[in-house]
């Protein structure tokens, strides 16, 4: 049976002048803009208890409510594919993603991704927006993600989320030799000219990357970074703004970069790595039922850990 949702609240004053479906998404982030459309169109979505368009304006104070059904979801086919669960209640579900696998479908992935495995490994979770998947990493870079197991869960992560209070560390192999760690506070946005790629634009959004050296190669380093925000290729990005690209990185990282003094085992490595050395090693948060501060951590892949020895050995 689909769920009734119920959603009462009022429309904040700063955000006079936005279409409803806009303002509809800021209030109620645990709902997808395209789900609110279907609703408006469906006049599931009261305004001051008057039913009312996408389009229209809001001033500001507005009251909303809503009364409707949760879809189960059904354009995602569930398939079995293996995941690394490293922790589970029911309330959270936090996995340990390999490089490779998508997380959500798209054009040109519409099957074989993380949300077709966790409807396959939960059913249940056809009931929640993405199947509970409430962030994402880069197809090509592993690590820890956190699934929603109920809405109660998913409203809880995706409010800290937006309050910056869950806490994502990442290990990054990048080139040149970092000689101290710093933070780097500048826009992102979509690239003026090819829109498949982020970059650093005065007119962007609001991004912080913290970043530390945990240790020194020739012409490499290895950096344990830290987010305040969480932009779309942020570390990706940032890492290249200040000249040094993650190793491997196929979109930001220009052209393969092979020490002169490279012995013929550490040119292989370096060739054959054929992703973003970036690996999400660690995740914290606050649980969403008892409200205590919880956190995991993974080691790296077999792929990344092979070349940080091959680059241990030309020391």
Known sequence: MPETIKLEGNIPPALAGRRLDQALAELFPDYSR???????????????????VAK???????????????????????????????????????????????????????????????????????ALPRAGIVHRLDKDTSGLMMVAHNLTAHKSLVEQLQARTVHRTYLALVHGALTAGGTIDAPL?????????????????????????????????????????????????????????????????????????????????????????????RLELIHPASGEAVSWEVGMPEDFSQLLNVLRSET
């Open 189 to 281: 946005g979509r690239h003026p000219r090819d829109r498949l790629r982020m970059a650093v634009v005065e007119s962007g959004k609001q991004a912080i990357t913290h970043y530390r050296v945990l240790e020194r190669f020739p012409a490499h380093t290895l950096v344990q970074v830290s987010l305040e925000t969480g932009r779309t290729h942020q570390i990706r990005v940032h890492m290249a703004y200040i000249h040094s690209p993650l190793v491997g990185d196929p979109l930001y990282g220009g052209r393969p970069r092979i020490p002169r003094a490279a012995s013929p085992a550490l040119r292989d490595a370096l060739s054959g790595f054929r992703r973003q050395a970036l690996h999400a090693s």
């Open 56 to 126: 229209y304006r809001v001033v500001g104070g507005e009251q909303v409510s809503i009364l409707a059904e949760l879809e189960i979801e059904t354009e995602v086919q569930a398939q079995d594919i293996p995941l690394d669960v490293q922790y589970e209640d029911e309330y959270l579900l936090v996995l340990n993603k390999p490089a490779g696998l998508v997380v959500h479908p798209a054009a040109g992935n519409r099957d074989g991704t993380l949300q077709n495995a966790l409807l396959h490994y939960d059913p249940q979770l056809a």
């Open 34 to 52: 395209s789900r609110l459309q279907l609703w408006l169109k469906a006049g599931k979505v009261l305004l001051n208890q008057q039913p009312m």
